[in-house]
């Protein structure tokens, strides 16, 4: 399979900067999260920590990529990936 193409849209990419700032092991994770999403965004491998997020639509994040304590929201549309979101987990988060 062709490798996807990756694409950010412009509050990503302001996310990455404050999460590069604060964390700087962020930069790692996101290099991580890029040769995944190039290699296997659907995770048909089983080999990453993505989920399929029920109850959200196209243009919202549909699928979840969790690397560590980061969390990456994109869609796929076609052979591009559109990376949404990029967020730290807190441990009070779901509390």
Do not use: W
């Not at 920590?49 to 639509?57: A, F, R």
């Amino acid at each position: 399979m062709p490798p996807f193409r990756v694409v950010t849209t412009s509050y990503f990419d302001r996310l990455a900067r404050q999460l590069t700032r604060r964390h700087p092991e962020f930069a790692a994770q996101n290099r991580v999260a890029l040769a995944i999403l190039c290699e296997d965004p659907l995770n048909h491998t089983q080999r990453h920590p993505v989920k399929k997020l029920q109850g959200v639509g196209p243009g919202e994040g549909q699928y979840r990529l969790r690397l560590r304590s980061f969390r990456f929201r994109y869609d796929v549309y076609r052979d591009e990936v559109v990376l949404r979101y990029c967020g730290l987990r807190r441990e009070d988060t779901y509390r």
